[in-house]
T-cell receptor, first 113, second 114 residues
């Protein structure tokens, strides 16, 4: 089945700098890659997603890139702000066998003022 | 819509007791998912339903865990008997599609088994 690896597990950046979180997946047939943000004590919420027919997607300060050949995708946050501090999860859909979303282990992002 | 609703929000129980977690999905969503979140294991899918039918329960850790969905607006996750290692946050989520679209998570139930 699908396996998703996420790095780094923790990331600390200065306010205003950029943050990059990377994920790799194992199933070349996967075609949907969402990113969820989970603030402390809250539920995970979708912030951006990308499908395999595009290589990049942007939404204001966040962007996701996808490299299907290398089977990795990344989340980019520019001009980071304190409210960006949270745990971020990547995921990929498993399409062979049992279909489901497989989540990475998460990255705890801290924005330092 | 109020979103996915879960109850209780917090549950503290003693080892050996039965625990029942409840979930109301977003109306019209055909898929319902139960996840468990711990620091060590991250976000794990336990089971999911499609149109009230359990489809994949391969993530259910052992026979002490069971889940039901008697109708489109209600699901339960039961642990009997509970053990300290079951302590975690349990999330319910629902979606319109299986694995190609947004899953909407409930607020979670924080379970502590003493």
């Amino acid at each position: 089945g699908e396996n998703v690896e996420q790095h780094p597990s923790t990331l600390s950046v200065q306010e205003g700098d950029s943050a990059v979180i990377k994920c790799t997946y194992s199933d070349s047939a996967s075609n949907y890659f969402p990113w969820y943000k989970q603030e402390l004590g809250k539920r995970p919420q979708l912030i951006i997603d990308i499908r395999s027919n595009v290589g990049e997607k942007k939404d204001q300060r966040i962007a996701v890139t996808l490299n299907k050949t290398a089977k990795h995708f990344s989340l980019h946050i520019t001009e980071t702000q304190p409210e960006d501090s949270a745990v971020y999860f990547c995921a990929a859909n498993s399409v062979r066998g049992a279909q489901k979303l497989v989540f990475g282990q998460g990255t705890r992002l801290t924005i330092n003022p | 819509d109020a979103g996915v609703i879960q109850s209780p929000r917090h549950e503290v129980t003693e080892m050996g007791q039965e625990v029942t977690l409840r979930c109301k999905p977003i109306s019209g969503h055909d898929y319902l998912f139960w996840y468990r979140q711990t620091m060590m294991r991250g976000l794990e899918l336990l089971i999911y339903f499609n149109n009230n039918v359990p489809i994949d329960d391969s993530g259910m850790p052992e026979d002490r865990f069971s889940a039901k969905m008697p109708n489109a607006s209600f699901s339960t996750l039961k642990i009997q008997p509970s053990e300290p290692r079951d302590s975690a946050v349990y999330f319910c989520a629902s979606s319109l599609v299986l694995a190609g679209g947004e899953q909407f998570f409930g607020p979670g139930t924080r379970l502590t088994v003493l």
